[in-house]
């Protein structure tokens, strides 16, 4: 996944900033063309039930044939051209939140018994 410049996306009848990239070939015949599908992606935050990971606002299919099909040899190289594709611009790879480390659980002090004296 790749991060991307803001666009903006019409999503369930609000407008989302997508910023992240995902894309994978989802066919390829090893001989004229390939399959890409992509997602654009939306942190949770930014919805109102999250779910863990990013959330897609849109997704579609692309063909990559003929000359530029001949030249992919990388992947990014195939980011490069999806985003060319879309007109989006590549601003890094994506690199996910790192979860906090949950606290463990303190035990609970022992109370200290209070002496008695005697007076």
Do not use: C, H, R
């Amino acid at each position: 996944m790749k991060t991307i410049e803001p666009v903006s996306v019409w999503y369930n009848g609000q407008e989302k900033q997508a910023t992240v990239l995902s894309a994978s070939a989802s066919g390829d015949n090893l001989s004229t063309s390939a399959s890409f599908v992509y997602q654009l992606m939306i942190q949770p935050s930014e919805v109102e039930n999250p779910i863990t990971g990013l959330f897609p606002v849109a997704q579609g299919y692309l063909n990559m044939t003929g000359e530029v099909y001949q030249a992919w040899e990388t992947n990014d190289y195939a980011y490069d051209w999806v985003a060319a594709q879309l007109n989006l611009t590549i601003t890094g790879d994506y690199v996910p939140p790192v979860p906090p480390t949950p606290v463990p659980p303190q035990p609970e002090p022992t109370p200290t018994p209070t002496p008695v004296t005697e007076e």
